[in-house]
């Protein structure tokens, strides 16, 4: 699918960019831990914050894809898109800030891993702390460091209920990994498909726990742009 094909913002372009897109991926090879959520927040959350976010689908299942076509004025574009070389001429787009780019969940996607690893500027890796993601996880944390690729893991879909020890006991089982990791964390609440139930986003969805929600994907975005500052070249500036 061609960029003209996106599902429109409704935000006008701004002046030229001068520099490429950023490529944030959010990769995992375990399903299930989050990553579509994970890129249709901070997609929506980059917007809310006055920037220009496009997401690539490159999964076959094109679940964000889909997700948010149905969706009342999601504020970013997105498009399915199942050749990953063609990120290198998509991040050339000069009508972004932000390219989201959401992976398939299988072992099976590890050649379009690697073709997505190199034009990628920086991973984000989800995991939900189950005892059937941490090697999926681990695999996934030795591929994007094999790509040479920044990378951080953010603990996803965690029970509120539960506190912030089932977070610490996530961070202290990948320090133990030696595997990199935010300091913020994406708690589970219904907020989330109940908001994609309605086709609103989540950060216009009115409901109690809906500002929490918003809270920890702000928190990350902030750790990402930030940690993105400390890696960019001193000419950048």
């Known amino acids: 699918m061609t960029i003209n094909a996106t599902a429109p913002s409704g935000a006008q372009p701004g002046n030229a960019r001068q520099t490429d897109s950023y490529v944030i991926t959010i990769a995992n090879q375990k399903g299930g831990v989050g990553k579509t959520m994970l890129t249709l927040s901070l997609a929506?959350?980059?917007v809310a914050a006055h920037g220009r976010a496009l997401v690539v689908d490159v999964d076959p299942q094109a679940n964000a894809h889909d997700i948010t076509m149905v969706m009342q004025q999601p504020g970013y574009d997105v498009m399915h898109e199942l050749d990953p070389r063609a990120l290198t001429a998509i991040r050339q787009l000069r009508n972004y800030d932000t390219i989201l780019v959401?992976?398939?969940?299988?072992?099976?996607?590890?050649?379009?891993?690697?073709?997505?690893?190199?034009?990628?500027?920086?991973?984000?890796?989800?995991?939900?702390?189950?005892?059937?993601?941490?090697?999926?996880?681990?695999?996934?944390?030795?591929?994007?460091?094999?790509?040479?690729?920044?990378?951080?893991?953010?603990?996803?879909?965690?029970?509120?209920?539960?506190?912030?020890?089932?977070?610490?006991?996530?961070?202290?089982?990948?320090?133990?990994?030696?595997?990199?990791?935010?300091?913020?964390?994406?708690?589970?609440?219904?907020?989330?498909?109940?908001?994609?139930?309605?086709?609103?986003?989540?950060?216009?969805?009115?409901?109690?726990?809906?500002?929490?929600?918003?809270?920890?994907?702000?928190?990350?975005?902030?750790?990402?742009?930030?940690?993105?500052?400390?890696?960019?070249?001193?000419?950048?500036?």
């Not at 996607?109 to 890796?125: F, S």
């Not at 996880?137 to 965690?158: D, I, N, Q």
């Not at 969805?205 to 920890?216: H, S, V």
């Open 44 to 46: 929506a959350h980059t």
């Open 102 to 237: 959401d992976c398939p969940g299988s072992l099976e996607g590890h050649d379009v891993l690697a073709e997505v690893l190199a034009r990628t500027t920086y991973a984000i890796i989800p995991y939900d702390h189950e005892p059937e993601s941490i090697l999926p996880t681990l695999r996934t944390v030795e591929r994007v460091k094999a790509a040479g690729v920044p990378y951080a893991v953010v603990v996803t879909k965690a029970d509120p209920r539960l506190g912030a020890d089932h977070i610490i006991d996530a961070w202290t089982t990948l320090e133990g990994a030696g595997v990199q990791h935010f300091r913020s964390a994406i708690r589970l609440y219904r907020a989330w498909p109940n908001s994609l139930r309605a086709g609103v986003p989540i950060t216009r969805w009115n409901e109690r726990y809906a500002p929490r929600l918003r809270e920890d994907i702000a928190a990350l975005h902030t750790e990402l742009l930030l940690d993105l500052g400390r890696r960019a070249p001193k000419g950048d500036e």
